[in-house]
């Protein structure tokens, strides 16, 4: 399966930018949707932007024109661009990689800690 490696996490302040990566290893890369999630204390994990192959995109309706997803295939790279981060965006980040054809094959990465406070 895909091996998935966020990066990018920290700490900003309300209406900063903060820009996450996630790098993938292991499988082909270019059939799978990509993902990210986050989930905060006491909730569950929630959907924030998803991207196929074909480079489709989805948002939650919370980041529509706030976030963008991207991804590299030549790299295995998938970015989230976050601006006017707000505090309810605190979270743990989490990348996805789901196969567009085995469709019960999920993976992934470790997550990365967004805090956003003055």
């Known amino acids: 399966q895909v091996q998935l490696v966020e990066s990018g996490g920290g700490l900003v302040q309300p209406g900063g930018s903060l820009r996450l990566s996630c790098a993938a290893s292991?499988?082909?890369?270019?059939?799978?949707?990509m993902g990210w999630y986050r989930q905060a204390p006491g909730k569950q994990r929630e959907l924030v932007a998803s991207?196929?192959?074909?480079?489709?995109?989805n948002y939650a309706d919370s980041v529509k024109g706030r976030f963008t997803i991207s991804r590299d295939n030549a790299q295995k790279l998938v970015y989230l661009q976050m601006n006017g981060l707000k505090p309810e965006d605190t979270a743990v980040y989490y990348c996805?990689?789901?196969?567009?054809?085995?469709?019960?094959?999920?993976?992934w990465g470790q997550g990365a800690q967004v805090t956003v406070s003055s």
């Open positions: 996805n990689a789901h196969h567009e054809v085995v469709r019960d094959r999920h993976c």
């Open positions: 991207i196929t192959s074909g480079r489709s995109t």
């Open positions: 292991g499988s082909i890369f270019s059939i799978y949707t």
